[in-house]
């Protein structure tokens, strides 16, 4: 089945420690995202890429580093200089080679971060 | 920067209730507009989406939208809201410009329908 897969559902890590939330996409999608969900905030959009070995900062990307090394994956670091992160975390891609090429995003599940 | 405005964050409607979500974008060039649900517990899910044509839209599950673009809106219509449709939904906008595609989300709107 084609889709996106995060992993792990649920991640809990002590304060002050890196971690490292998977996206893997078999879409053949050339961009990927990373957002972070939180109460009363909806999404916010934390990195992009548009094609492999190229990515851009989103509104708050403060705190989080990202690679993206293949097509199919774009991983995200969590560092101890994200002040506050405890969150929902969201990957999607989309086909967007072109700007002329209408775009869907699709989600994967989600993995749910809590620092202790 | 580029922004999506959704005003209502909480709505509390009665079944058989007319539901209308407000959206608004500030892009003035190309874009193409989304309205993603995500039901308790589950993943984001695309309800409707716009891109060209007719403005309005029908999507999943009864839902519409209205794409009209002097008001820079892509408000979320259902004529008779019921139990199910318990849940938070978002408004996206595609801003398709020099910089490439950029997914925005607006803040989202939690909707409770009442038995």
């Known amino acids: 089945d084609g889709g996106i897969t995060q992993s792990p559902k649920y991640l809990f890590r002590k304060e002050g420690q890196n971690v490292t939330l998977s996206c893997e996409q078999n879409?053949?999608?050339?961009?990927m995202y990373w957002y972070r969900q939180d109460p009363g905030q909806g999404l916010r959009l934390i990195y992009y890429?548009?094609?492999?070995?190229?990515?851009q900062k989103g509104d708050i990307a403060e705190g989080y580093s990202v690679s993206r090394e293949k097509k199919e994956s774009f991983p995200l670091t969590v560092t101890s200089a994200q002040k506050n992160p405890t969150a929902f975390y969201l990957c999607?891609?989309?086909?967007?080679?072109?700007?002329?090429?209408?775009?869907?995003?699709?989600f994967g599940q989600g993995t749910r971060l809590t620092v202790v | 920067a580029q922004s999506v405005s959704q005003h209502n964050h909480h709505v509390i409607l009665s079944e058989a209730a007319s539901l209308e979500l407000g959206c608004n974008y500030s892009?003035?060039?190309?874009?193409?507009l989304f309205w993603y649900v995500q039901y308790p517990g589950q993943h984001l899910q695309l309800l409707l989406k716009?891109?060209?044509?007719?403005?309005l839209v029908k999507g999943i599950k009864g839902f519409e939208a209205e794409f009209i673009k002097s008001k820079f809106s892509f408000n979320l219509r259902k004529p008779s809201v019921q139990w199910s449709d318990t849940a938070e939904y978002f408004c996206?906008?595609?801003?398709?410009?020099?910089?490439?595609?950029?997914?925005?989300f607006g803040g989202g709107t939690r909707l409770m329908v009442k038995p």
């Open positions: 716009y891109f060209s044509g007719d403005p």
């Open positions: 879409l053949n999608h050339d961009a």
């Open positions: 890429s548009q094609i492999v070995n190229d990515f």
């Open positions: 892009y003035g060039g190309t874009v193409n």
């Open positions: 996206a906008v595609n801003y398709v410009g020099n910089a490439g595609n950029m997914l925005t």
């Open positions: 999607a891609s989309s086909i967007s080679h072109s700007i002329f090429m209408n775009t869907e995003a699709f």
